[in-house]
């Protein structure tokens, strides 16, 4: 087990970051400390973080992954042996629009993190990447950690270059580091640009709802704390050089996916949702299945999903009614 008494979070303040945090804080396995790295772009919120803000464990630090002088000054003053990168540009279709800052951040950015980890071999890096960097899949098959890279769109093909790059390092300085692939993820706190949060918002202020062609593309969805389990697992007992591939084994179409949001939101708060479904056309390029094995997972760090689809969406429905401004 590897030591992680220090960790520093890029991105701690978007969903899946502040999840971890949220998660390390309240594990008793977990009794050190946590820096938050975060820029506070449009989907950093440190209300994600609500009730851990003055946690003694626990401090934020506002600053830009690309400023590799203060990375390298917060590495020192706070003796950090492991960063978790999550911090990065992650939505297609923000990228099929403005591909440019998908790369700034999330190749240059993590080009310049490495930068300064290399000058200091004790600490561990962690990189956070998606299923999407291996393209799509057809009616059947499942990605796994030995599958061929082939984004397909803007973003994926920034984090697959971010992929690359850690890899690059790992063998050419000798850097520590682990990655990981997870499939989509959905739970509290999830920026409303994403499909889930999105679909219950517009239901819930009677907006139209959009789903691209026929709604006809499957996804494999994970509950975001099943994910920061996930994390744990690979911080404590993962192999240096390791890639490991995080599924909820929860495939879906999103037309299902989203009857069955409209189902249990009207448990929730009664309505006539379906009438606003609006099939658009499709977006370019729209890979048109993902799912992942997670044998790895399981079999070497004995991790498996916790969460079925159906509770992990009742518990994130009801946050968004409860937080529905």
């Known amino acids: 087990m590897r030591p992680t008494s220090s960790l520093l979070v890029t ?10 945090i949220r998660y390390l804080l309240k594990t008793k396995e977990f009794n050190g400390k946590i820096l938050n790295y975060d820029a506070l772009t449009y989907a950093g919120n440190l209300e994600n973080l609500r009730g851990f803000q003055n946690h003694p464990r626990y401090r934020f630090v506002q600053g830009d992954i690309r400023n590799q002088t203060l990375v390298e000054s917060l590495i020192l003053e706070h003796e950090i042996d492991t960063i978790v990168h999550f911090a990065a540009e992650s939505h297609v279709d923000r990228s099929i629009d403005h591909a440019f800052p998908f790369f700034e951040t999330n190749v240059l950015g993590t080009l310049a993190l490495l930068e300064g980890v290399r000058k200091y071999p004790h600490v561990h890096f962690h990189h956070i990447s ?29 984090k697959a270059s971010s992929d690359h790059i850690v890899r690059s390092f790992a063998n050419t300085y000798g850097i ?94 009664p309505g006539d949702y379906t009438s606003l479904i609006r099939c658009i056309q499709d977006r370019p390029g729209h890979d048109f299945r993902y799912a992942i094995d997670t044998t790895k997972m399981e079999k070497e760090l004995y991790w498996k999903p916790k969460t079925s689809l159906k509770n992990g969406l009742i518990k994130t429905i009801r946050w968004y009614v409860e937080h529905d401004p």
Request: proline residues 5%.
């Open 130 to 158: 998606t299923d999407e960097v291996y393209g799509s899949l057809g009616e059947s098959g499942t990605f796994t950690e030995r599958s061929n890279y082939r984004p397909n769109s803007p973003y994926a093909a920034s």
């Open 176 to 269: 520590s580091t682990t990655l990981s692939h997870s499939s989509n993820n959905y739970g509290p706190c999830q920026y409303p640009e994403k499909f889930i949060p999105l679909m219950i918002l517009n239901s819930l202020k009677r907006k139209p709802l959009p789903i691209y062609g026929r709604g006809t593309h499957i996804r494999d969805w994970l509950y975001v704390d099943d994910h920061a389990a996930a994390l744990w697992c690979i911080l404590q007992k993962g192999k240096v050089g390791q890639t490991y591939d995080i599924g909820g084994k929860s495939e879906i179409s999103n037309l299902d996916l989203l009857h069955v949001i409209l189902e249990l939101l009207n448990k929730e708060r």
């Open 11 to 20: 991105g701690g303040a978007g969903f899946i970051g502040s999840a971890l």
